[in-house]
């Protein structure tokens, strides 16, 4: 059996008297995508942030290759190869799109190497004419795909993606799925989404998240036909 | 950062050689050098705020650290060489101290104001209560509200009895305004220097690209301390004697306005807002009709409300508006397929 990457044994996070996260005990393998899915508020961009160090777990660890990571420091965890998009783009708005990237590059590789890698990245996702062009002046598509892009040049082998086809047109759907595909065959990536035919395309497994607490974990078509899934995931749904 | 480093030498020497040749036809020395030295303490907020994203309310402290540690080791040594290195070492160091507090405290920014702001209060405080003989460092007397007189002031190294002073010390500030200035321009090229901006763009995201934000702003908080103590330096020795004034708050709140006015985010910015601001408190000082406040205070609600901006990149956005983009709309291709593809 393949060793799990990462491991959270009863990890737990509260806010005040919201409990966020409650319990959970989470296992991927390496180079496996899972799909995580839950209605609003059910705690999966928490579970996201206790992954990667912008939240410290309440009670609970967070295991990476092995290493108890639990109370790690967000560039630490980053420095291991661990890489997150988060819910809302975070992106250098005020800074072009190579010197994006760029920044992303020069975290894991020296002068001209970080170069040669920005040239690399803005080649693969086919930015070279909006290179100059600073972040904040172009569309939310072009900026979760840019998003997608300082996380990758890090060659991570644990992506995180807290809703990456949110606001995307269809075109800019499928374009997605072909990177995160091709991200696929180097990482582990999970991937919170809502849209089920996304999912469809993309998932084999799938955890559902309900309050804070992992209520099933199975594959895809299960999930999908399971009715306490229909039932929270239609009733709640934003 | 636009255009490249040897523009910058060019534009710098051409601007000191105008300000050295030029200025004093107008403006006497002695007063251009005060308004260098503010320049100086403006250029050293503007590469903390500016490019940092660190909003310091007590970028006095430095300056008054500086021009405190020129004066007591004036006295103390007598030869002024290693007292001015020790100006920019000492208060480097307590600005090391400081933002390692404030930055690996995870500190929010309301809060980091508010500590630069009561450490002002503090050093203000606390120098103008020396007043008595047993507040001694080494020969050198505190003397709280009345602060310390007849120090060595600047001398050819290795010779304390050659003095520089009047128009030699003139043109001596002024070079070493340009230097620094260089100095700031190699740094925000360098790649510490882009790491920076990336910070000051968005701290989440370059923590979660691998970067320790905490140790790169301590660093860029030394740095802007060490350039404001320098400037501390240079201002003791102008006025041959240093006094509380130098860590009140009004300092403090001056060199904010600085940057406002002359324009975050630029290198000359803070400087043309620290010499024009403090040049013309100098011209309103002359005259009792209306209140140095009030103007001064009509020129911040002026420049939030109409050139939020600031003076440099205003002018900096008007012309490229005009020559910018006919240039490039002449030359460069047209971007249309701007559409995103992924090859493989
Ligand atoms: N920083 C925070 N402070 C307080 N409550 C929070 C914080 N972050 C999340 N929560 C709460 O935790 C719960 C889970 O939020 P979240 O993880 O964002 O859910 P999801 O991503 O599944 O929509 C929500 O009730 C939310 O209000
Ligand atoms: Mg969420």
Redesign the interface.
């Given at each position: 059996m393949a060793e799990s990457i990462l491991e959270t044994f009863g990890l737990t996070m509260k806010f005040g008297g919201v409990i966020a996260a409650h319990n959970i005990n989470f296992k991927l393998k390496a180079r496996e995508l899972r799909c995580l899915i839950g209605p609003n508020g059910a705690g999966k961009s928490t579970f996201f942030k206790c992954i990667?160090g912008?939240q410290t777990p309440t009670e609970g660890e967070v295991y990476l290759r092995g290493m108890d990571t639990s109370r790690w420091?967000?560039?630490q965890i980053?420095?291991l190869g661990v890489?997150?998009k988060?819910q809302t783009p975070?992106?250098?708005?005020?800074?072009s799109v190579s010197?994006n990237i760029?920044?992303?590059a020069?975290?894991?590789h020296d002068?001209p190497e970080a170069k040669r890698k920005t040239r690399e990245i803005i080649?693969?996702?086919?930015?070279g004419?909006?290179a100059k062009d600073q972040l904040g002046k172009l569309s939310h598509?072009?900026r979760q795909?840019i998003e997608l892009g300082?996380v990758i040049v890090?060659d991570p082998w644990l992506v995180l993606l807290d809703e990456p086809a949110a606001g995307l047109s269809g075109e800019?759907i499928e374009?997605m799925t072909?990177?995160i595909n091709e991200i696929n065959k180097t990482a582990a990536i999970i991937i919170i989404e809502h849209d089920m035919q996304f999912i469809r395309s993309i998932a084999k497994i799938v955890t559902v998240f309900h309050q804070g607490a992992v209520l099933l974990e199975d594959r895809v078509d299960k999930v999908m036909s399971d009715p306490t899934v229909r039932n929270i995931y239609l009733g709640k749904r934003n | 950062m636009a255009g490249s480093f040897s523009r910058d030498v060019i534009a710098t020497i051409g601007l000191t050689v105008v300000v050295i040749w030029i200025l004093p036809y107008v403006i006497s020395t002695f007063t251009i050098t005060v308004l260098i030295v503010y320049g100086l303490l403006g250029l050293s907020l503007g590469l903390v705020w500016g490019y940092g994203g660190i909003l310091c309310f007590g970028q006095a402290v430095f300056f008054g650290i500086g021009a405190y540690t020129y004066a007591i080791s004036a006295i103390n040594i007598g030869e002024s060489t290693l007292p001015m290195l020790l100006s920019i070492i000492v208060p480097s160091l307590f600005a090391a101290l400081l933002g390692a507090m404030m930055f690996y405290g995870r500190l929010t920014d309301v809060y980091l104001g508010v500590i630069t702001l009561v450490v002002t209060l503090i050093f203000y405080r606390f120098i103008n209560s020396t007043a008595g003989p047993h507040y001694k460092i080494g020969n050198a007397q505190l003397g709280g509200f009345n602060g310390i007189p007849g120090f060595q002031t600047l001398n050819i190294p290795g010779q304390p009895s050659s003095y520089i002073w009047g128009d030699g010390y003139f043109y001596f500030c002024a070079v070493v305004l340009a230097i620094v200035y260089l100095g700031v321009s190699i740094l925000l090229r360098s790649?510490f220097g882009?790491?920076i901006?990336?910070i000051r763009?968005?701290e989440?995201?370059?923590?979660?690209?691998?970067?320790?934000?905490r140790a790169r702003k301590t660093i860029l908080f030394a740095i802007g301390g060490g350039i404001a103590g320098l400037s501390g330096a240079l201002f003791a020795n102008w006025g041959e004697i240093v006094t509380p004034s130098v860590f009140s708050l009004g300092q403090s709140a001056e060199i904010i306005l600085w940057c406002i006015v002359g324009g975050l985010g630029t290198r000359f910015g803070p400087i043309l807002g620290a010499a024009g601001l403090s040049y013309l408190k100098f011209l309103l000082g002359q005259q009792s009709f209306v209140d140095n406040t009030l103007i001064t205070g009509l020129i911040l609600v002026f420049f939030v409300l109409f050139l939020p901006k600031g003076i440099v990149p205003t002018i900096v956005n008007v012309w490229d508006l005009k020559f910018g983009r006919l240039l490039s709309d002449r030359f460069q291709k047209p971007?249309r397929?701007?559409k995103?593809?992924?090859?493989g």
């Open positions: 990667t912008q420091m967000p560039h980053a420095s890489g997150i988060t975070s992106v250098m708005n005020g800074l010197e760029w920044l992303s020069r975290r894991f002068g080649e693969r996702l086919a930015l004419a909006i598509g072009e795909l300082l890090g800019d374009r072909t990177i | 790649d882009r790491i901006v990336g763009e968005n989440t995201r370059m923590s979660l690209l691998g970067y320790d934000v971007r397929n701007r995103l593809r992924l090859n």
